[in-house]
C-alpha cells in the first residue's frame, strides 16, 4: 500500500508511526499538497493528506479513517486502541486532544505562513494558538501519571500526543519556550529513541 505525503503534516506522521509499529509494508509517496495538487486530486478529491491508496487501488482519505482500517487488520490484540469500554474511550479521548493540538498547530502556521502579512488576524493566531496550549497542558497532565498516557503500554493517544509535541516544537517553538509541558517533553523524549518515531521525523531535502 502507498501512504501518501509528507511527514512534515503530523497527521502523516502518526500514520506513518501506525504503520510501523504495526509492521505493515507501505511505500511512501511524498506528495505535497502545495506543489502536487493534481496528483493527489487524483486520490483524494479534498487534495489534502495523508491519503492512502490500497494494493487493490481503493483509497482512502483523512488520518483517521487509514488508521481506522490500519488497526482493523493489523492490530488484533487491540494493542494501540483497547477493543471496547471505558479503556477505549480514556484512549480516543486523550488520541482526539493530541488530533485537535495537531489541527490547531496546523491551522496557526497556516495563518501566520501562508497569508500576507498585512493580512495575517492576529486575534485568530492568538485563540487558535491558545488552543493549542490547553491540549498541550491537558496531554502534559495526563502523562505525568505513569509511563504512558493510558495503561502500561503504548497507544494510539501517545502516538497523537507525540507527534502533536514535536509538531508545535517545530511549527510554534516559541509556545514551547522554557518546557511548559515537562512530563509530555519526556514522554516525547523517551518514544523519540525509538526508531518508529526517530524514523518518522520529517528531513526537509
Ligand atoms: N483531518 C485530517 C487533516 C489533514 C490535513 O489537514 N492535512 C493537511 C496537511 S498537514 C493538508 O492536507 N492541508 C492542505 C489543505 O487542507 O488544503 C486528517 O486527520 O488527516
Redo the contacts with the bound molecule.
Sequence with gaps: MQLI?RNM????RRTSIVLKLLGLDYEQVELS?ADDTDKIAKINP?????SMVLDDGETLV???AIIDHLLEVGDPEHRLLPASGAERRAVLRLAAIG?GVM?KG?SSSYERNRRPKDKVFDGWVKQVEGQVESGLAALNEAASNGDYLCGDHLTLADVNAVVAHDFVSMAEPYLMKNDPYPALSALAKRCGEQAVFADTVFKPG
Aim: charged share 20%; no cysteine; proline share 12%.
Design positions: 505525503g503534516s503530523p497527521f502523516v499538497t479534498v487534495i489534502r493528506v495523508p483523512d488520518s483517521n488530533h489541527e496546523v
